[in-house]
């Protein structure tokens, strides 16, 4: 479970925790979390220099307990897509 706080108040968390691990794979990259309540998902931004991925990571994935390492996986795949952006 990345987060036992749900919406809103989950985000700083997941931001936070998205950062460690982004800083172990690439430290020029930073992460931004929101929640989107309309689809009930976080929607998470990475950023190096002008490039910009997005993707989403769903409540159950950051709820429920045992998926962080799938989190982790998804997450470093998505740093790994950023660095193949035209």
């Known amino acids: 479970m990345l987060s036992a706080r749900r919406g809103d ?7 936070s925790w998205g950062n ?6 690439d430290p020029g990259v930073e992460i931004t979390v929101e929640f ?13 220099n002008s490039r ?7 409540m159950s994935q950051v709820h ?7 989190c982790e996986r998804t997450l470093k ?3 790994k897509d950023l660095w193949n952006l035209i």
């Open 9 to 15: 108040e989950a985000a700083p968390e997941i931001q």
């Open 20 to 25: 460690a691990v982004a800083k172990s794979v």
């Open 36 to 48: 989107d309540a309309d689809s009930n998902t976080f929607v998470v931004r990475l950023i190096k």
């Open 52 to 58: 910009v991925l997005i993707f989403r990571l769903s």
């Open 64 to 70: 429920t307990d045992g998926r962080e390492s799938e």
């Open 77 to 79: 795949r998505k740093i």
